[in-house]
T-cell receptor, first 117, second 113 residues
Framework: EAQVTQNPRYLITVTGKKLTVTCSQN?????MSWYRQDPGLGLRQIYY???????DKGDVPEGYKVSRKEKRNFPLILESPSPNQTSLYFC????????????????FGPGTRLTVL | RKEVEQDPGPFNVPEGATVAFNCTYS??????FFWYRQDCRKEPKLLMS???SGNEDGRFTAQLNRASQYISLLIRDSKLSDSATYLC??????????????FGKGTLLTVNP
C-alpha cells in the first residue's frame, strides 16, 4: 500500500531532550516536507527536500533540523525541544515539485502529536 | 494580502444544502491549486486539484480565476460525511528551485441533520 509513515504518533517529552521523528514514504517520491499545525495558524512548512541531499528551510525552521540521505526517509530532528514546539507535525511527500499539477499532489503521514513539558 | 486566504467560517448548513468556499492567493506566478479535506485530528487528504478550465467530481466543483487570483469550491447536496475542514492550497513555485505549497488556514464545515 502506497503510504507515508511517521513515528512516533504520540510523544511527550521534556525541554532539552533531543528527539527525532521519522518519516518514510514508499512511493519513490522526490519531494518531501515537514509541517506543523497549530490552532488558528494552520499548516506551516518547517523544512522541505527537493531530492536526496537537497534540503531547504520553510517558513518556520528555527529549532529544527532535517536530513535526506535516502530518497524514502526524511527525519525531523529537534536538538533541544522547547514548549513552543508542542504541536501536531505532519510529514508529506509528492512525486515532484513542479511540472504537472497531478505530480504535485502531496500525500500526508498520519501525524505526530508532540508535547514538550 | 496574505499568501493564501480563505473564508474563516465556520459554516453550519443542513443536509442537502449547497455550500461554497472561496480562496484568494497573492502570488500571481502560482501554478498549481488544490482543495484538501482534513477531518478532526487527521491528516489532510486531497479532495481535488483545480484546473484553469474548472473541474467537477460528483457533487464537488472547483473553479479557478487567474485574473482575480481566486479559487472556489462548491459542494452540492451536502452530506453529513462532508463535515470537515477544507483547505485551499497553492503552489507558489517560480522555478524548479523555489517550490512552495502554501496552505490556507482552512474553513470548518458542519453539515447538520
Amino acid at each position: 500500500e502506497a503510504q507515508v509513515t511517521q513515528n512516533p504518533r504520540y510523544l511527550i517529552t521534556v525541554t532539552g531532550k533531543k528527539l527525532t521523528v521519522t518519516c518514510s514514504q514508499n512511493m519513490n517520491h522526490e519531494y518531501m516536507s515537514w509541517y506543523r499545525q497549530d490552532p488558528g495558524l494552520g499548516l506551516r512548512q518547517i523544512y522541505y527536500s527537493m531530492n536526496v541531499e537537497v534540503t531547504d528551510k520553510g517558513d518556520v525552521p528555527e529549532g529544527y533540523k532535517v536530513s535526506r540521505k535516502e530518497k524514502r526517509n526524511f527525519p525531523l530532528i529537534l536538538e533541544s525541544p522547547s514548549p513552543n514546539q508542542t504541536s501536531l507535525y505532519f510529514c508529506a511527500s509528492s512525486l515532484t515539485s513542479g511540472g504537472r499539477t497531478v505530480d504535485n499532489e502531496q500525500f500526508f503521514g498520519p501525524g505526530t502529536r508532540l508535547t514538550v513539558l | 494580502r496574505k499568501e493564501v486566504e480563505q473564508d474563516p467560517g465556520p459554516f453550519n448548513v443542513p443536509e442537502g444544502a449547497t455550500v461554497a468556499f472561496n480562496c484568494t492567493y497573492s502570488n500571481s506566478a502560482s501554478q498549481s491549486f488544490f482543495w484538501y479535506r482534513q477531518d478532526c485530528r487527521k491528516e489532510p487528504k486531497l479532495l481535488m486539484s483545480v484546473y484553469s478550465s474548472g473541474n467537477e467530481d460528483g457533487r464537488f466543483t472547483a473553479q479557478l480565476n487567474r485574473a482575480s487570483q481566486y479559487i472556489s469550491l462548491l459542494i452540492r447536496d451536502s452530506k453529513l460525511s462532508d463535515s470537515a475542514t477544507y483547505l485551499c492550497v497553492v503552489n507558489s513555485a517560480s522555478g524548479g528551485s523555489n517550490y512552495k505549497l502554501t496552505f490556507g488556514k482552512g474553513t470548518l464545515l458542519t453539515v447538520n441533520p
